[in-house]
Nanobody, 123 residues
Framework: QVQLVESGGGLVQPGGSLRLSCETSVRISSVGMGWFRQTIGKEREFVSSISRSGIIIHYGDAVKGRAAISRDEQTHTLFLEMRKLTPDDTAVYYC?????????????????WGQGTQVTVSS
């Protein structure tokens, strides 16, 4: 069983930036990981993913060019940095893990999920 705990959400002004963290209960290089986000009434949306090797990275179209996913193999923590935030980035952000080797982009590919952290972009 993989446990994931997100942190770093909160209120951010438009044009600002944020850094989300996701602590894992396993060696981070043993799982592929991803970030997703969801707003009420909408499906969960892919944000970014990184493979077990750390070599393959993907970004969703909505955040491409504004987001950076990374991980710390010492602390087994996943990060998501985003800049130039807009109100459209307001959502609950979830990290997820999979035993697969790729940088998966589909919700159904991830069996393990964190509880989510709220990000609100507003002035």
């Amino acid at each position: 069983q993989v446990q994931l705990v997100e942190s770093g959400g909160g209120l951010v002004q438009p044009g600002g930036s944020l850094r989300l963290s996701c602590e894992t209960s396993v060696r981070i290089s043993s799982v592929g990981m991803g970030w997703f986000r969801q707003t009420i009434g909408k499906e969960r949306e892919f944000v970014s993913s990184i493979s077990r090797s750390g070599i393959i990275i993907h970004y969703g179209d909505a955040v491409k060019g504004r987001a950076a996913i990374s991980r710390d193999e010492q602390t087994h923590t996943l990060f998501l940095e985003m800049r130039k935030l807009t109100p459209d980035d307001t959502a609950v952000y979830y990290c997820a893990a999979t035993p697969d080797y790729g940088a998966n982009t589909e919700v159904g590919d991830y069996p393990y999920w964190g509880q989510g952290t709220q990000v609100t972009v507003s002035s």
